[in-house]
C-alpha cells in the first residue's frame, strides 16, 4: 500500500536491541534443522543474522508494512493481530519458540504485512534476510538447498496453525470454541486428559483469540467449571 503521498510502504525498521547469536541458540531452531554448526556459522554473515530482544506488548512488525526479514523465535512468544475497521483487536495465531515471524508476507508479491505481529512476552528473535533464502548467495552456500526445505515445511505447519484457529472460530457456540482451543492445545503441549493445559493468554486475550466478549467468556469458564467440564487452574486448564 502507498502512503498518502504517492511513495511506498518504508522498509522494515526494527526498534530493538540488536544482540549476538550464539551457536546453541541457532541449532535449537527448528529452521536450521539438518545443517551443521559449521554451515550455521556460515550462515551468520551470508543471511545477514541479526538477535533482537523485544519487550512484552512491543510490536515487532506493524499491519500495512513491507517486509523483508523473517523471525525464528528464539524465546517468548509472539501474537498475530488483526483490527476491524472500528479498531477492535483479534488475536488471529500465537507463536512460540522455534516458530517463525514474517514469512509469509516476506514471499508474497507485495510483501506487505496484513497483520501485527506483537510480543506478548519477554522475546528473543533472529532476523534473517528473506531474499537470502530465495536466492542463492554468489558463494553458493550448500545449506541454502536445505534451508529453503526447512521453510518450505514451516510454512506448512503455519498453514496447519491457522487452519486449527479457524476450527475453533468456527464452532457454534462460545462452549464449544473453548473446548476445541483447549483439546488442540493439549495435543500440541503433549497433555493427556486431566492434565493442566497451559494457556499463555490473560482473559482478555483469550477472548480476543476466541472472538468472544471477555465478560461473556468469565461466565461462560465459571458455568463450565461449576458443571464439571472444565478445571481452572490459575493461568491453566484440566479437561475432565
Do not use: W
Request: glycine residues 6%.
Amino acid at each position: 500500500m502507498a502512503s498518502s503521498d504517492g511513495r511506498a510502504p518504508r522498509p522494515l525498521v526494527l526498534p530493538s536491541r540488536t544482540i549476538p547469536v550464539s551457536e546453541p541458540e541457532l541449532a535449537r531452531l527448528p529452521l536450521f534443522e539438518g545443517i551443521s554448526l559449521e554451515e550455521l556459522m556460515l550462515m551468520s554473515g551470508c543471511l545477514s543474522l541479526s538477535r533482537r530482544d523485544f519487550d512484552e506488548s512491543q510490536t515487532i512488525i506493524l499491519a500495512e508494512q513491507r517486509v523483508s526479514l523473517v523471525g525464528a523465535i528464539i524465546e517468548g512468544s509472539v501474537q498475530m493481530v488483526t483490527q476491524d475497521i472500528d479498531g477492535n483487536e483479534s488475536i488471529f495465531a500465537c507463536l512460540y519458540p522455534g516458530e517463525l515471524v514474517g514469512e509469509s508476507f516476506a514471499c508474497g508479491p507485495t510483501r506487505t504485512s496484513r497483520v501485527t505481529f506483537r510480543a506478548a512476552s519477554q522475546s528473543s528473535l533472529l532476523f534473517l534476510d528473506f531474499s537470502r533464502i530465495n536466492r542463492s548467495c554468489s558463494r553458493s552456500c550448500g545449506f541454502h538447498q536445505r534451508l529453503a526445505s526447512n521453510m518450505v515445511s514451516m510454512l506448512c505447519q503455519k498453514n496447519v496453525l491457522l487452519m486449527q484457529r479457524l476450527e475453533v472460530v468456527s464452532q457454534r457456540t462460545l462452549r464449544q470454541k473453548v473446548l476445541t482451543y483447549l483439546s488442540i492445545e493439549a495435543a500440541r503441549q503433549g497433555k493427556s486428559k486431566g492434565e493442566v493445559i497451559s494457556v499463555p493468554l490473560t482473559r482478555a486475550q483469550f477472548a480476543a483469540y476466541l472472538g468472544a466478549n471477555r465478560s461473556a467468556l468469565s461466565r461462560e469458564l465459571s458455568l463450565m467449571q461449576r458443571e464439571g467440564s472444565i478445571a481452572i487452574e490459575g493461568c491453566g486448564f484440566r479437561l475432565r
